[in-house]
Structures are given as C-alpha cells and as structure tokens.
Nanobody
Framework: QVQLAESGGGLVQAGGSLRLSCAAP????????MSWYRQAPGKERDRVAR???????TYADSVKGRFTISRDNAKKTVFLQMNSLKPEDTGVYYC?????????WGQGTQVTVSS
C-alpha cells in the first residue's frame, strides 16, 4: 500500500506560478512511477505529467514548456512546478503512483487560476 498526500494548491492569477508536492512516506519511493493528473469541473481526469523511476519525463501538450515534474527520492516526494498558469489549468490535481500492476491515488488538491 502506498499513501499519497498532495499539497500546494490554491488560488492564483493568470500568469502566476504554483508548486505542488506529493509525499509518499513509508514507500519504496524510488521504484515508483509518479504522475500528476488534472480533473476540471465536468471533465475527465487527464494526465498532465509523468516521471519514471529513472527520471524520464513526459508532459501533456497543453502544459509543455510551462510545467515541470521532478522527484526527490530522499524526501520521497514528487513535485509539479507550474508556471505561466492559465484559467484552463483550473481543476483538482491528483498525484498517482504506480508500482507494477498496482495504482495509488492521492486525495487531490484544488488549483484555481483566475483571469
């Protein structure tokens, strides 16, 4: 079992920045593939960024060049640095961990970008 705890969401104006964190204490964190998903009101949950256990990153086209995913294995934490935020980035951001065939989710953190 992997427990995830997100933090760092909030209200920001368009063009601003936020940094999300997702901690996974007590886990074999370095072996996990970690992702951030976003769910806007009335829409499906979509992946915005992923980082593998060896540090390979992928991004959704809508966030490329603005968002950066990173991980600190010593702190058992994954981060999502979000710059140049847009109103369409608004939603609940969820942290996901994958180990083998098991998938784990955090409770989510709200990000609201005002125009």
């Amino acid at each position: 079992q992997v427990q995830l705890a997100e933090s760092g969401g909030g209200l920001v104006q368009a063009g601003g920045s936020l940094r999300l964190s997702c901690a996974a204490p007590g886990s074999s964190f370095s072996t996990l593939t970690m992702s951030w998903y976003r769910q806007a009101p009335g829409k499906e949950r979509d992946r915005v960024a992923r980082i593998t256990s060896i540090g390979t990153t992928t991004y959704a086209d809508s966030v490329k060049g603005r968002f950066t995913i990173s991980r600190d294995n010593a702190k058992k934490t994954v981060f999502l640095q979000m710059n140049s935020l847009k109103p369409e980035d608004t939603g609940v951001y969820y942290c996901q961990a994958i180990r083998s065939v098991a998938t784990y989710w955090g409770q989510g953190t709200q990000v609201t970008v005002s125009s």
